[in-house]
């Protein structure tokens, strides 16, 4: 049996270092909730190689005592509190007195710091928890901390750290959340040398939220301000149009600390039902303030997670806030809308027009004129060669059947990249184009041939803009186009996919897509994916990308939203590796171009995506890339039985 003794300092050092400073950003965390705790208005971040090698935090706070510096390294050395009491009170950043000794055991650490009533500052440096040097130095008022080599005295912590650019993206995601608690302190963060982000500190939340996550967030944002038995609600939530298919853009603060709490998140989203589209998860930056001792904020070493006096109340009251915030956003829609609608138009004497530098007064007049010039014929045959015929919906049936003698003129189903594209392969440079090209609209209209034909005798319909009805000799089949479109075009990018080759389409006008920092990161950090993807991407400044060729020929909104799903799946794959990962970024690909429900659908369309389902169920593919079934069948005995034709 092994003997009880106590360890040695610098273990037990390093053992706490583990809970505190487990990665550079959690460092970062620790300095600047120092910094803010020191009263400053100002705040500069720098890392290098992912912090690991270098971070400096610089803030114009109080600053340490030139007789407290040293001090303030010691393990459990804190001016917070002082008494047990203070434990269930805390309104400050930091509290346990942990930070710095954790910090300072496992890297080489930096000082320099002066208070407004000393003349000189301080500079202190310390090894691995060892004072190495200490002298006055001339300096401003607040405090300038270095943080080197981390983790160099404790080799096995370092191979536990992600890529350099991961690192730095921890960073930004956690600057950035400390920044949206504090509208009122500038920060700036540079990650090596370049300017990632900076705040004006001019108090506004809206100005913070448009510099980590652009101006289509800043135009998109619903107030929360509410009051109830001494709790505040404040903040903002997104418009349904920022929802993400996760969760990375919801941030929670309780009095002013960034805290992770699944239920509040839950609640925000249950005020959005009815609002937001399933699997969709709402933007929110919501602030908690209520009285300090309704929260216990020490239950976790990193102070990320927090326990509520009355759960339920709190709950409620967010529940309500959230809701009052939608209700409002919704109200000053309807009312703009009545606004426009009782916009009294011109009235027609009003007008005055002008013809061939003649000047009529009477509309009539001029409608006359203009209609003596216009050959009515050219016109006619203008608009049915270029305005494509609209199908009014009727709204008394759900259901279209095909008339017999009717042709209607309407496209196949098409894919987005043809033969040409295709003939642009990975790893075959006498094969590359040097430019790229156009695809005619020939190319573009031209059907894809499966092999399979589908009779028109056969094809019944379309119902609820959804599921496809055809039959076959004793079977009734319901098909659903969405997932069976999707299918399709899964199994053709994968297939050029894996083959290596390019399914790339210029775009006309390049598309500008605003990211937060860490995942602006990311995406520089994996161009290669997103170019196996058949993306061009570039930098573009300061949060955006420019987007100059994608897989899918789409509008701006649907290309930026693949390249914002591609980059949270490319930051969960860092986080939690699974081995189809090329699968998974194909499947989303293929899910945002497929045919959509809701989508009529003509005859040719419908026999054309028929043959696409007989293609798939000849290879024993049944279901779409997500698990849901392609087709229901029932067979002609299976609908006797249900109207009791057959026993």
């Known amino acids: 049996m092994h003997q009880i003794q106590v360890l040695d300092q610098a273990v037990a050092d390093k053992i706490a270092a583990g809970e505190v400073a487990e990665r550079p950003s959690a460092v970062v965390k620790e300095l600047v909730e120092n910094a803010i705790d020191a009263g400053a208005d100002r705040i500069q971040v720098e890392i290098r190689k992912g912090g690991v090698e270098y971070i400096r935090v610089a803030d114009n706070g109080c600053g340490i005592p030139a007789g407290q510096v040293e001090t303030a390294f010691l393990r459990h050395a804190t001016s917070k509190l002082s008494q047990i009491d203070d434990l269930y009170r805390i309104s400050t950043m ?67 750290l992600k890529k350099d650019s991961t690192e730095a993206g921890y960073v930004a995601d956690v600057l950035g959340r400390i920044a949206l608690s504090r509208p009122k302190i500038a920060f700036s963060y540079t990650c090596d040398g370049k300017e990632i982000f900076t705040t004006t500190g001019d108090g506004k939340l809206a100005s913070v939220i448009l510099k980590i996550y652009g101006l289509d967030h800043a135009k998109a944002l619903l107030p929360v301000d509410y009051t109830e038995s001494g709790i505040h609600i404040s903040g903002v939530v997104g418009k349904p149009e920022l929802a993400r298919g996760n969760r990375t853009r919801q941030t929670l603060f309780v009095n002013g600390r960034y805290v992770k709490n699944h239920v509040i998140a839950k609640v925000v989203e249950e005020a959005f039902r009815n609002n937001m589209m399933v699997g969709k998860f709402p933007f929110f930056v919501i602030s908690v303030d209520l009285p300090a001792e ?99 919906k009727e709204p008394e049936r759900t259901m279209r059947f095909r008339e017999e003698s009717s042709v209607i003129p309407a496209l196949p189903v098409q894919e987005d990249f043809t033969t040409q594209s295709e003939e642009r392969v990975f790893g075959h440079p006498e094969r590359e184009l040097s430019v790229p090209e156009q695809q005619s609209m020939e190319d573009v209209l031209k059907p894809e041939t499966t092999g399979y034909n589908v009779p028109e005798k056969n094809i019944i319909g379309q119902v609820f803009d959804t599921y496809l009805i055809y039959q076959t000799e004793d079977t009734m089949c319901l098909i659903d186009q969405h997932a069976a479109h999707e299918r399709f075009r899964f199994e053709k990018l994968k297939k050029a996919y894996f083959a290596q080759e390019r399914f790339s389409q210029m775009l006309l006008t390049p598309v500008i897509v605003t990211l937060e920092p860490s995942e602006k990161l990311v995406v520089m950090e994996n161009l290669k994916y997103f170019s196996d993807f058949g993306f061009e991407i570039e930098d573009f400044g300061t949060n955006d990308v420019i987007v100059h060729a994608s897989p899918i020929a789409a509008d701006d909104k649907a290309i930026s939203e693949l390249v914002l799903e591609l ?20 499947d989303m690909i293929s899910c945002k171009y497929a045919i959509k429900a809701n989508h009529h659908l003509s005859l040719p369309e419908m026999q054309d995506l028929l043959s696409k389902v007989q293609s798939l169920e000849a290879q024993g593919i049944t279901t779409c890339p997500h698990g849901r079934p392609i087709s229901v069948r029932f067979t002609q005995t299976e609908i006797e039985k249900m109207f009791k034709r057959k026993l």
Do not use: W
């Not at 102070?303 to 109200?331: C, M, P, S």
């Not at 980059?567 to 194909?586: G, M, R, S, V, Y």
């Open 94 to 160: 930091g509290f346990r007195g942990e930070a710095l000794a954790s910090i300072c055991a496992v890297a080489e650490v930096e000082v320099i710091t002066k208070t407004p009533e000393e003349e000189e500052g301080v500079y202190l440096r310390l090894k691995h928890g060892i004072s190495e040097e200490k002298s006055e130095i001339a300096c401003g008022t607040g405090t300038s901390m270095m943080v080197e080599n981390l983790f160099a005295n404790v080799p096995a912590r370092m191979k536990f």
């Open 294 to 392: 309704l929260v216990d904020v020490n239950v976790h070493p990193a102070k990320t997670e927090v326990k509520f006096a009355n759960e339920k109340q709190l709950y409620d009251i967010a529940y309500h806030a959230v809701r009052n915030a939608i209700g409002a956003g919704e109200k000053g829609k309807r009312e703009e809308v009545l606004a426009v609608q009782k916009t009294e138009m011109p009235k027609p004497e009003n007008f005055v027009r002008y013809t061939d530098g003649e000047k009529i007064q009477n509309p009539h007049e001029f409608r006359d004129a203009a209609h003596a010039s216009v050959n009515r014929t050219v016109v006619r045959q203008f608009m049915e060669n270029t305005i494509p015929k609209r199908i009014e």
């Open 567 to 586: 980059t949270d799946a490319l930051q969960e794959q860092i986080k939690h590796p699974i081995a189809n990962f090329e699968e998974k970024a194909l």
